[in-house]
């Protein structure tokens, strides 16, 4: 294949294209492997189902028919029971998530095989990208810088009182925080895919490459978050219009059923979940292909090994 003609300087429009033109030359590739990745993120979910079930009215009533009893003679065994689901669903949740971000970065590798003209088949890609705990790490760092300094703001921010100006203030600088992590270490997993590095290595590699280019990047990042946007609030069309009746049926009509309005709540939350992870197989491609065009860009003149 040939090499992409990409320039040395983030241009916002130029990236953003770059990327469009990566994922329609491995369309069919990217969607497949987000598709697999997007079962994995998709697994925890599953523990929705039975909740679903159980607001049947035959499944409540044998459920405590048949443990009740068992229930009564040990009242400790219940937490216990609760306390192993609790566990296992939280490890399942970690487990999948860094499957599913792994395979999200197979994408990245290809596409910067694409980049640099050295196309590699998905499942060449699959087998080099190793050590899916290491993206999870990652991941799990970003989520908590990004979780301290939203608590730090709003720790200062309630200082200052409630007043709509602060609020709006308190806004704008959260965002701002915000966008400057997420674009800093917005490559990370791309150089864990790349080079085989650890989390930390990664994330400070990623780091030192941003650090003088964070305002393209936020602004790229900005920008396909636009692009993006229209399409999940698609599928949550019908979940806000029913969150909309339900508040109008509450406060304007007598007779109301709680049971009845929550099945349907729970079942339109169970369609926007899905709808929004079909989305999602679409849409992440195009990140993973901007992370591609973006971590090129700024290691174009530097080696890169293992690819």
């Excluded at 860094?98 to 998905?122: D, M, P």
């Excluded at 200082?159 to 800093?184: P, T």
Aim: hydrophobic share 55%; aromatic share 14%; net charge positive.
């Amino acid at each position: 294949m040939t090499q992409l003609n990409l320039a040395t300087s983030l241009n916002v429009g130029e990236v953003i294209f770059s990327a469009f033109q990566v994922y329609k030359s491995r369309f069919w590739t990217f969607i497949g492997t987000a598709l697999q990745a997007n079962i994995w993120f998709f697994v925890p979910n599953l523990f929705w189902l039975p909740l679903l079930a159980l607001t049947q009215p035959a499944i409540i009533f044998l459920l405590f028919v048949f443990l009740s009893p068992l229930l009564a003679n040990n009242s400790s065994f219940s937490y216990i029971i609760l306390g192993i689901m609790a566990i296992f669903m939280i490890f399942l949740g970690f487990f999948c998530s860094a499957k599913g971000l792994r395979l999200q970065s197979v994408i990245s590798r290809l596409a910067y095989g694409e980049l640099i003209g050295q196309t590699e088949t998905k499942q060449i890609a699959i087998r080099e990208v190793k050590g899916f705990w290491r993206f999870w790490i990652a991941q799990f760092y970003i989520s908590l810088e990004l979780l301290g300094f939203s608590i730090f703001i709003s720790r200062i921010a309630s200082l200052f009182g409630s007043d709509l100006s602060f609020v709006i203030i308190e806004l704008i600088i959260s965002f701002l925080v915000q966008m400057w992590i997420i674009a800093k270490y917005f490559i990370s997993d791309v150089a864990i895919a790349l080079q085989n590095i650890t989390a930390g290595e990664s994330l400070k590699y990623s780091r030192e490459l941003s650090k003088k280019h964070i305002f393209d990047i936020s602004l790229i990042l900005f920008i396909t978050t636009l692009i993006t946007l229209p399409a999940y609030l698609i599928p949550c069309m019908p979940l806000l219009t029913q969150l909309i009746l339900l508040w109008q049926k509450s406060t304007l009509t007598s007779d109301f059923n709680w049971y009845i309005e929550l099945i349907k709540l729970i079942t339109f939350i169970a369609l926007a979940i899905i709808g929004a992870m079909i989305v999602h197989i679409f849409t992440i491609p195009l990140w993973q292909s901007l992370k591609a065009v973006i971590c090129h860009k700024l290691v174009e003149n530097r080696p890169i090994s293992n690819i």
